[in-house]
């Protein structure tokens, strides 16, 4: 069955950069785009972007410019997002979600905190 | 951007209870209307797409429906399971956008 097992909770300073990552199982993980979606603390959710891992082109929220690369590893069907600069406002849940939005992971939290 | 906006934010029903939750698009959307339902724990599930296409495995208690810039989910006859969150996403133009979200809670 698919499934995407994204890694664990960060505890990172201002300023600091990030890598998180979102391992996927069960289909071919070159076919599908791979989304990234972040959610802060009770607010809705954000489109931050997607790779295409078959040849890793990507495509990104105006808004993440500059604060999110993705990129993925085919060798181990593994997506990552790094998110670089860090503040307050990147204290946020970031899903990874297969591009047909299926299949979500299970987020990841990422604190930001000095 | 195309903004969405759903209501009402907060939607207090009993079980058995008939509710319909609505999303509103700042501009015309053709349809391209999905729906999400995320648990306490976090986890997100895909309801409905296309307006009104269930996802695999998900009961015929929920409906969608709408066209243009108004859409809406229905359950028909509430679950102790259903109460969550519940929100819209647009996909007729990038990015794509979620609505503010739904708390659906026991009354």
């Known amino acids: 069955q698919v499934q995407l097992q994204q890694s664990g909770a960060e505890l990172v300073k201002p300023g600091s950069s990030v890598k998180i990552s979102c391992k996927a199982s069960?289909?071919?993980?070159?076919?599908?785009?791979m989304h990234w979606i972040k959610q802060q603390p009770g607010n809705g959710l954000e489109w931050i972007g997607w790779?295409?891992?078959?040849?890793?082109?990507?495509k990104y929220n105006q808004k993440f410019n500059g604060k999110a690369t993705l990129t993925a590893d085919k060798s181990s069907s593994t997506a990552y997002m790094q998110l670089s600069s860090l503040t307050s406002e990147d204290s946020a849940v970031y899903f990874c979600?297969?591009?047909?939005?299926?299949?979500w992971g299970q987020g990841v939290m990422v604190t930001v905190s000095s | 951007d195309i903004q969405m906006t759903q209501s009402p934010s907060s939607l207090p029903a009993s079980l058995g209870e008939r509710v319909t939750i609505s999303c509103r698009a700042s501009?015309?959307?053709?349809?391209?209307l999905n729906w999400y339902q995320q648990k306490p724990d976090g986890t997100i599930k895909p309801l409905i797409y296309?307006?009104?296409n269930l996802q695999s495995g998900v009961p015929s208690r929920f409906s969608g429906s709408g066209s243009g810039t108004d859409y809406s989910l229905t359950i028909s006859s509430l679950e102790p399971e259903d109460f969550a969150m519940y929100y819209c996403?647009?996909?007729?133009?990038?990015?794509?956008?979620f609505g503010g979200g739904t708390k659906l809670e026991l009354k």
């Open positions: 979600a297969r591009e047909d939005l299926k299949y």
């Open positions: 069960g289909y071919t993980f070159t076919s599908y785009d």
């Open positions: 790779i295409y891992p078959g040849n890793g082109n990507t």
């Open positions: 501009q015309g959307i053709s349809n391209n």
């Open positions: 296309y307006t009104s």
């Open positions: 996403q647009q996909d007729a133009s990038f990015p794509p956008t």
